[in-house]
């Protein structure tokens, strides 16, 4: 199981580093609102992309995917650290700081969980969709609705057969048609379909993909639960001797996942 494991995820390394070569592709757009904490029910908007390519697809944070590419693109002979911060003050914020990256057999996760990158492999199957035969309209397009739990969160979709690519945002990716729209039960987090254009640009969607780590899907769990079960207290004395100069920002005695609340709910399981 383990040599199988291996292989795939070396399988799509390799899959990763040649999609780069291939620029021409169909970019989706989509709108996502999505509540960043919980003790501030205002929510946040991003524009959130999915870039489809010959037998591959990216999903990202759109200010994610456009720093990797202004990241890969620094000129040498100006000072690096200037262009950095300038890159890093553009981007901002980033609404998810995750890579999904699709196959037609395989889904990849490139995440960084508190200060730790990581990648993790999912089957294109792990999901138990429930599909209703039912069609309705949601602009302009006929769809159908799909639900399911996924990681600690139960999800709603709407799929449209008229758009001939089987693909979506996040991980909805493996329902027989495209997604429009995904929403979970509390409306925390929503993905909505603007539009879609045709675009032919070199992209490196990941610099510095090495740095990610292989690991399971319990390895991933398991990180979950280790930084979102801490305190704010816990958190900040590994690496700050005055913890008090964050009260202002962070109840210092809260577990981090009383506060923050990420799209992946695997550590409250």
């Keep these: 199981m383990y040599k199988k494991i291996l292989l795939l995820i070396l399988i799509n390394t390799f899959g990763f580093c040649y999609a780069q070569n291939l620029k021409e592709f169909m970019r989706y757009n989509y709108e996502v609102t999505y509540l960043k904490r919980l003790d501030n029910q ?50 901002r914020p980033i ?19 508190s200060e730790t990158k990581v990648q993790y492999l999912l089957d294109n199957h792990f999901i138990n969709w429930f599909v209703s035969p039912e069609i309705s309209d949601w602009n302009n397009f006929k769809v159908q609705k799909a639900t399911a739990t996924i990681n600690g969160r139960e999800w709603t979709v709407l799929f449209t057969k008229e758009i001939a690519i089987n693909n979506g945002p996040y991980i909805f990716n493996t329902l027989p048609g495209f997604v429009v729209k995904a929403w979970d039960s509390q409306s925390q987090y929503i993905f909505e379909f603007l ?37 704010y207290r816990a958190f900040w004395s590994e690496t700050q001797s005055n913890v008090e100069q964050f009260a202002s920002l962070f109840p210092l005695d809260k577990k981090i996942g009383e506060v923050e609340n990420p799209i992946d709910l695997s550590f409250k399981k």
Excluded: G, H, M, W
């Excluded at 908007?45 to 200010?63: G, H, M, W």
């Excluded at 292989?214 to 280790?226: C, G, V």
């Design 195 to 231: 539009n879609s254009e045709k675009l032919n640009i070199d992209y490196n969607y990941l610099i510095e993909s090495s740095n990610y780590k292989s690991i399971t899907i319990k390895q991933k769990n398991q990180l979950l639960s280790n930084y979102y079960n801490k305190t």
């Design 42 to 91: 205002n929510p946040e908007t991003a524009t959130c992309i999915l870039d489809v390519y010959p037998n591959r697809s990216f999903f990202a944070d759109k200010n994610f995917i456009e720093k990797q590419y202004a990241l890969s693109n620094i000129n040498p002979d100006q000072d690096r650290f200037t262009q950095v911060s300038n890159i890093n003050s553009k981007y």
């Design 95 to 113: 609404a998810f700081n995750f890579l999904v990256y699709k196959t037609n057999s395989s889904t990849t996760l490139y995440n960084q969980i």
